[in-house]
């Protein structure tokens, strides 16, 4: 069965520290991929995704992914953290065939703390 | 404003009250979902919904009454559920079902079911 794996369920890192979250998956084709931000008190919001094409995909709010077929990885990064950036954060993919079904597989979520 | 409007924010039910959830979305999207959020689990879909018609139920307990009038409007009834039905209650659209592009969450509608 399809899953998606985020090893590190809390994070602190330093604001202007550099920030890299992992997340890997099973999935027998090639897979669209997705990342999630949710504030508190909010609803989810997406930030990147990767469908096919450049392997480094670039969202919103200045972070990055990249995919890599090899490790079954999609680790999302940011050179440079802000405070504002403390939140949760959901690596998904879109389920096989999901053209009919429209299921995400979202991994449980990394909480992102930012230390002045 | 996200585009995607939940009401309640918050509920408080007993479990042989009857309630429901509302989820309005101003985007024009034909696709509604709702996925429930239990904290220390990760997002389970519930429900999926295309242009009215039910595309996907992810084994729901019949607890769980989903209803859609329209390509703007998703219900969630609710009646006589458990304690461990306690979660955050997540409406959201896309343009299509899912490999066309991203979701849009609303702000979810936190219940306790006491």
């Known amino acids: 069965a399809q899953s998606v794996t985020q090893p590190d369920i809390h994070i602190t890192v330093s604001e202007g520290a550099s920030l890299e979250l992992r997340c890997n998956y099973s999935y027998g084709a090639t897979p669209y991929l997705f990342w999630y931000v949710q504030s508190p008190g909010q609803g989810l919001q997406l930030l990147l995704k990767y469908f096919s094409g450049d392997t480094l995909v670039q969202g919103i709010k200045g972070f990055e992914a990249e995919f890599k077929r090899s490790q079954s990885s999609f680790n999302l990064r940011k050179p440079s953290v802000h405070w504002s950036d403390a939140a949760e954060y959901f690596c998904a993919v879109a389920e096989e065939g999901s053209s009919n079904t429209g299921k995400l597989i979202f991994g449980q979520g990394t909480t992102l703390q930012v230390k002045p | 404003e996200t585009g995607v409007t939940q009401t309640p924010r918050h509920l408080v039910m007993g479990m042989t009250n009857k309630k429901s959830l509302k989820c309005e979305q101003h985007l024009g999207h034909n696709a509604m979902y709702w996925y429930k959020q239990s904290a220390k689990k990760p997002l389970e879909l519930m429900f999926v919904?295309?242009?009215?018609?039910?595309?996907e139920n992810n084994s729901v307990p019949s607890r769980f009454s989903p209803e859609c009038p329209n390509s703007s409007h998703l219900f969630l009834h609710l009646h006589t559920l458990q304690p461990e039905d306690s979660a955050l209650y997540l409406c959201?659209?896309?343009?299509?079902?899912?490999?066309?592009?991203?979701?849009?969450f609303g702000e979810g509608s936190r219940l306790t079911v006491l």
């Open positions: 959201a659209s896309s343009p299509g079902l899912i490999n066309t592009g991203e979701l849009f």
């Open positions: 919904y295309n242009f009215k018609e039910q595309t």
